[in-house]
Every structure is written in structure tokens, then in C-alpha cells.
């Protein structure tokens, strides 16, 4: 069974830092593209950051860039987003994707709630 | 950026009946390698999103033969041949063509 399992939200406030991690099990992780997805709440979805197979290739959304940093280990299976200088619209449940396919995801983590407040 | 356009936003359907959901894209969506990344997704209340549809028509494995996807260029639509109550939920089209990704703004689907 497919699971990812995301860690590290919570409550953090403007201009501050945060690390996100995703444990990932019952697929091969470094075969696939691995994601950050976040949905501000009651809103759609919005990709924030995607990262090849071994790390060497790594995309972000504009309002991110130079401010969040997708990473991964192989390894440990294990899938990282430092956020920092948070903003208040940054606040978004944040959820760790993956697939074994290029151009879409399939498998989706229960996600974790970040929320940018003084 | 490439943006996808969902219509209806709002779509209440009579249990048994079918649905119809349009998303269109401000830019072709063949990628250099051929493929056409444009996916499908449900979202229902209080869950992680879940993929139904992906390279426009391709089933994912245990979802119902209701749900179809077709298209191509823009233009795709993604029906459901006969609406259960289950199916109430949030449909949303994705792209994977060119960075960033996008979504649609999605289509809520509820029962009359």
C-alpha cells in the first residue's frame, strides 16, 4: 500500500522558517518525481515545488522561488520543504505528491496545515 | 503560465444522470515528447486529492468506468456516464505540459 506521510506543519509567524517532511513507503521513491502541493483553505490547488528522480532537477512556483527549497533522500524515502520567510499567504495545507510517470501525480500525502500568523 | 479553465463551477446533477465537465487551456498541451499531460482529479470533502484520469483518457486502476476523459489541443472534458452519491466531490484538470503545473479552479459536483 501507497503511503506518504507528512510532518512538520504548524503554527509559525511572518518572516520565520519551517521544514516540511514527507516519509514515503510501498512504492520506489527514487524512481519517482516527488511534489508540494498546497491548498489554501477553501481554495484550489496550487503547485509549489517539484524535484526529480535523484535531485538534480528542481522547479518552483514564482511566489516561492528563492524562498522555499524542495529536497529529498533516497535513502530514507524521505521528501523535505524548507520554507523560509514565510508570508501570511503562505498559509495552505501543504501536501507531498509523487508518481512514477512524467507530467502528473498519483500518489498523494494526507497533508499538513502551515499557518503564517503573529 | 498556462491556465485551465473549468466549467461549470457549480454542477448539481440528479442521481442516475450523467455530468459533464469542461476544461479548457490557454495553450496547447502536447509536450515535446508527444504525450498529453492533462489529468483528472476528485477531491471529496475533507480528503486528500485523488487521481482519476491521466494523458486525458487513461483510467487509474479502481476507479469506476463511469468516469471518462476525452480531448485534445485545449479542449477536454471529463464525464461521468451516470452520477452516484459518492460522487459529490470537487473535480479538478491539471496540466503537467510546462512549468509551473496548474490546476483548474474546480467544478463542484453535488447531488439535486
Known amino acids: 500500500e501507497v503511503q506518504l506521510v507528512e510532518s512538520g506543519g504548524g503554527l509559525v509567524q511572518p518572516g520565520g522558517s519551517l521544514r516540511l517532511s514527507c516519509t514515503a513507503s510501498g512504492f520506489t521513491f527514487s524512481s519517482s518525481w516527488m511534489t508540494w502541493v498546497r491548498q489554501a483553505p477553501g481554495k484550489g490547488l496550487e503547485w509549489v515545488a517539484l524535484?526529480?528522480?535523484?535531485?538534480?532537477?528542481?522547479f518552483y512556483l514564482d511566489s516561492v522561488q528563492g524562498r522555499f527549497f524542495i529536497s529529498r533522500d533516497n535513502a530514507k524515502n524521505s521528501l523535505f520543504l524548507q520554507m523560509n520567510s514565510v508570508r501570511a499567504e503562505d498559509t495552505a495545507v501543504y501536501f507531498c505528491?509523487?508518481?512514477?510517470?512524467?507530467?502528473?501525480?498519483?500518489?498523494w500525502g494526507q497533508g499538513t496545515l502551515v499557518t503564517v500568523s503573529s | 503560465d498556462i491556465v485551465l479553465t473549468q466549467s461549470p463551477l457549480s454542477l448539481p446533477v440528479t442521481l442516475g444522470q450523467p455530468a459533464s465537465i469542461s476544461c479548457r487551456s490557454s495553450?496547447?498541451?502536447?509536450?515535446?515528447?508527444?504525450?498529453?499531460?492533462l489529468s483528472w482529479f476528485q477531491q471529496r470533502p475533507g480528503r486528500s486529492p485523488r487521481r482519476l484520469i491521466y494523458?486525458?483518457?487513461n483510467r487509474d486502476s479502481g476507479v469506476p468506468d463511469r468516469f471518462s476523459g476525452s480531448g485534445s489541443g485545449t479542449d477536454f472534458t471529463l464525464k461521468i456516464s451516470r452520477v452516484e452519491a459518492e460522487d459529490v466531490a470537487i473535480y479538478y484538470c491539471?496540466?503537467?505540459?510546462?512549468?509551473?503545473?496548474?490546476f483548474g479552479q474546480g467544478t463542484k459536483v453535488e447531488i439535486k
Open positions: 524535484i526529480n528522480q535523484d535531485g538534480g532537477g528542481e
Open positions: 491539471m496540466q503537467g505540459t510546462g512549468w509551473p503545473w496548474t
Open positions: 495553450q496547447g498541451l502536447v509536450h515535446s515528447d508527444g504525450n498529453t499531460y
Open positions: 505528491t509523487g508518481a512514477n510517470e512524467p507530467g502528473t501525480t498519483n500518489y
Open positions: 494523458q486525458i483518457s
